[in-house]
């Protein structure tokens, strides 16, 4: 029984969405190897052989790869997917693209967003925007899983000495193209691998007061900034910055919301931090009862003297 990564990558550097997966594809038991499909990619197979746990690499390395796109990549995939009983993806945007063309090929039952590993067979997932957990177990002779990075530890990105091994690329599929990419630049950390993340809700009341209030605290304590999705429907924030179920996924060590309500969605997204602070004047507020600390407080008046005491 042996577990493939499906690596998370830039071509450059291994992200660290792969290491938590790494994790989930051990607790399978079995060997883990570790797929890297990509183009001038070897310094990322270097890094994927370095990490404990891993016990062989394959390095597909084709110009198809550049871009990652999904149905390339899922065809790579397929090409070596006899020999593994465990297919594991981040659950990314990257790899929630490439994992269910993956499992419509094979005709199994893709598990999504697991969080534990019961058994070989059987995994937990939320559903109910986390509101409850369930254990799925799989007849599958392939698994094929997505998994929910804030579910398990990172595996130590170093440490490991797996074998590299090249595979033959598969052919560009022809079916999508790759056409440009406009990238926001940002001296912040990036969202879902921050330490520290600051969000704002809806109270902020302009994006004009969300940067005003907000930025200053990011600033001083080198976070990156959240935003709930009422923050960002109303126009305050840019939608990459929302933290929630139909958001990005969170759990940093650190964890500020000022003026969030804590609505299901929003909580679905960040209850996993390690330490929440909650600040809002709303003393009924369900942010609170995921909070570690809680402010009741007017968010004009706490964040600035919190910015000021730091």
Not at 27 to 42: K, M, P, Y
Not at 205 to 223: I, N, Q, R, Y
Not at 303 to 309: C, S
């Amino acid at each position: 029984m042996t577990a493939l990564v499906i690596a998370d990558h830039d071509n450059a550097s291994i992200k660290g969405s792969t290491l938590n997966t790494v994790t989930a594809a051990v607790a399978c038991g079995g060997d883990v190897h570790v797929l890297v499909a990509g183009h001038n990619a070897s310094a990322a197979a270097e890094a994927a052989a370095k990490i404990a746990g891993v016990a062989k690499v394959l390095h597909a390395d084709s110009e198809a790869f550049a871009h990652g796109l999904a149905e390339n990549v899922a065809a790579q995939v397929l090409a070596v997917a006899d020999a593994y009983s465990h297919l594991l993806f981040p659950a990314t945007a990257g790899g929630k693209n490439v994992a269910p063309r993956v499992a419509a090929k094979l005709d199994v039952a893709q598990i999504s967003d697991i969080t534990k590993v019961d058994s070989p067979d059987t995994f937990e997932r939320p559903i109910y925007a986390g509101n409850a957990i369930a254990t799925v177990q799989s007849a599958d002779a392939k698994k094929v899983l997505t998994v929910r990075t804030t579910g398990f530890d990172a595996a130590a990105a170093s440490g490991g000495s797996a074998a590299v091994e090249s595979v033959t690329a598969t052919a560009d599929s022809g079916k999508s193209s790759f056409v440009g990419a406009e990238i926001a630049k940002n001296d912040r950390p990036e969202l879902t691998a921050a330490k520290i993340i600051v969000s704002g809700g809806r109270a902020l009341g302009s994006e004009e007061k969300f940067k005003e209030v907000m930025t200053p605290l990011a600033d001083k304590l080198g976070a990156a900034i959240g935003a709930s999705r009422a923050a960002v429907d109303a126009g305050y924030a840019p939608n990459d910055l929302q933290v929630g179920q139909t958001g990005k996924i969170v759990a940093p060590q650190l964890y500020i919301a000022a003026g969030i309500s804590g609505a299901i969605q929003h909580l679905a997204g960040m209850k996993d931090s390690k330490v929440i602070v909650a600040i809002n004047k709303d003393e009924e507020a369900p942010i609170f009862s995921v909070a570690d600390y809680g402010l009741v407080a007017d968010l004009f008046v706490a964040v600035p003297e919190l910015t000021q005491a730091l």
